[in-house]
């Protein structure tokens, strides 16, 4: 009795081991975020990194931010001599990795921006995502 005990400790200490060890769910971090506004102060495109620590992926669904009317998730590519955005309705972001959002790449599109903004200031954007759901970061609004 006393080694059919034994061994069922011996097999459950690893087992609960690795169980705590192993990664679970995803872990959402955004940083860097920052918006452009256009020449004339009614669109921006907004730019920021998403990164996954975690073991799972999650998917990034929306964006929406505190100075405009409307957002879009879109990507920036190029087809032959031209650049096109093409719309993203939602956007993977895989365990482990992350994806940045830059110009020519992927940004959100923001459209109909409140009047009276000016570099400087900071605009709340809130992401929303399949699993991890809400994460508010505050973007600063910038020419670069």
């Given at each position: 009795?006393?080694n059919?005990?034994?061994?069922?400790?011996?097999?459950?200490?690893?087992?609960?081991?690795?169980?705590?060890?192993?990664?679970?769910?995803?872990?959402?971090?955004?940083?860097?975020?920052?918006?452009?506004?256009?020449p004339?102060?009614?669109?921006?495109?907004?730019?920021?990194t998403?990164?996954?620590?975690?073991?799972?992926?999650?998917?990034?669904?929306?964006?929406?931010?505190?100075?405009?009317?409307?957002?879009?998730?879109?990507?920036?590519?190029?087809?032959?001599?031209?650049?096109?955005?093409?719309?993203?309705?939602?956007?993977?972001?895989?365990?482990?990795?992350?994806?940045?959002?830059?110009?020519?790449?992927?940004?959100?599109?923001?459209?109909?921006?409140?009047?009276?903004?000016?570099?400087?200031?900071?605009?709340s954007?809130?992401?929303?995502?399949?699993?991890?759901?809400?994460?508010?970061?505050?973007?600063?609004?910038?020419?670069?």
């Amino acid at each position: 009795m006393k080694n059919k005990f034994a061994l069922l400790i011996a097999l459950i200490i690893p087992l609960l081991f690795l169980s705590a060890c192993a990664p679970s769910g995803p872990s959402i971090s955004v940083e860097d975020a920052w918006i452009r506004p256009d020449p004339l102060w009614e669109n921006a495109a907004g730019y920021f990194t998403v990164s996954n620590d975690g073991g799972e992926s999650d998917i990034l669904q929306s964006v929406s931010i505190s100075i405009s009317a409307a957002e879009s998730l879109h990507q920036t590519v190029m087809e032959g001599d031209v650049h096109k955005m093409l719309p993203v309705e939602n956007l993977e972001i895989a365990a482990g990795d992350s994806v940045t959002f830059a110009p020519l790449s992927y940004h959100v599109m923001i459209m109909g921006l409140d009047s009276g903004l000016d570099y400087g200031q900071t605009a709340s954007m809130i992401f929303e995502f399949e699993k991890s759901g809400s994460i508010e970061v505050q973007a600063e609004i910038r020419a670069e």
